[in-house]
């Protein structure tokens, strides 16, 4: 194993909104086809042979501050989203996970989530995890809290990582699309030693042949991690 195995892809999907609006169309045409790239990337990574999870940005702490009908939008695709794609999660042996404050989501949603997740669950040959109004922050916080209500007086990072609502190694690769260069608060425990690649890429548009071109630039990379060269 070298130091660039990649075994934990991360992604913040962003510029679904700036696609639709380059095309004069609303943002919510730029949402349904950001949903079709992830299938796409999903079914990548399932045939790669190091990749144990990807795990997708959808939705955000933050993005409740965005008009009520993009955010019903949202709920609805997502939904939509987990209905058509269980043959595929079967086809390919994909397992779903969510993870976030789920709870916050409608019954017919959150029972629409748990359901993807059971019939999934003994799926080996990739973990698709969907950050669903998730926030680092927000994460880490309730980790402290566990460990707190555990009664504990001091905690380890060993504590920490183990009380996180994510059982997954840390991100090796962390991608993000539309230009932005910022986390805009996702995985920050986990992205602490992540390779990072910005796209201009907008969503909707991007790519396996793209995705293939940054995974051999993550390969070339010298993963140090504080050590000397
Ligand atoms: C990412 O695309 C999707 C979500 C955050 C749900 P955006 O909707 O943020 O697209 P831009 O950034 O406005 O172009
Ligand atoms: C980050 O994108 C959240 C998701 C991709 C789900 P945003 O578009 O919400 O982030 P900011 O507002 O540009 O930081
Ligand atoms: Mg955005």
Redesign the pocket.
């Known amino acids: 194993m070298t130091d660039t195995t990649l075994k934990h892809l991360a992604i913040i999907?962003?510029?679904?909104?700036?696609?639709a609006?380059e095309r004069g169309l609303k943002?919510t045409k730029?949402?349904e086809a950001?949903a079709e790239t992830i299938r796409d990337i999903t079914t990548y990574c399932a045939d790669h042979s190091s990749i144990e999870t990807v795990t997708f940005?959808?939705?955000?702490t933050e993005?409740w501050k965005?008009p009520k009908f993009?955010v019903e939008f949202?709920m609805k695709l997502l939904d939509q989203y987990l209905k058509n794609e269980l043959p595929t999660y079967q086809k390919h042996n994909i397992r779903f996970q969510a993870i976030g404050c789920i709870d916050h989501f409608s019954k017919a949603l959150q029972k629409r989530i748990k359901e993807s997740e059971e019939r999934t669950k003994t799926n080996s040959s990739l973990t698709q995890v969907l950050a669903l109004n998730y926030g680092g922050r927000a994460e880490i916080t309730q980790a402290v809290n566990k460990l707190i209500a555990e009664g504990k007086k001091s905690v380890s990072q060993e504590d920490i990582s183990a009380a996180l609502q994510t059982p997954y190694s840390d991100i090796d690769l962390l991608i993000r699309t539309?230009g932005?260069v910022r986390l805009s608060n996702f995985l920050l425990w986990q992205v602490s030693y992540s390779e990072l690649y910005f796209t201009p890429t907008?969503?909707p548009d991007f790519t396996t042949e793209e995705l293939d071109k940054i995974l051999k630039d993550f390969e070339k990379r010298h993963r140090r991690f504080g050590g000397a060269v």
Request: glycine share 16%; aromatic share 16%; hydrophobic share 30%.
């Open positions: 999907m962003d510029g679904n909104g700036r696609w609006k943002r730029g949402h950001g940005y959808a939705f955000s993005n965005r993009e949202l539309s932005e907008l969503w």
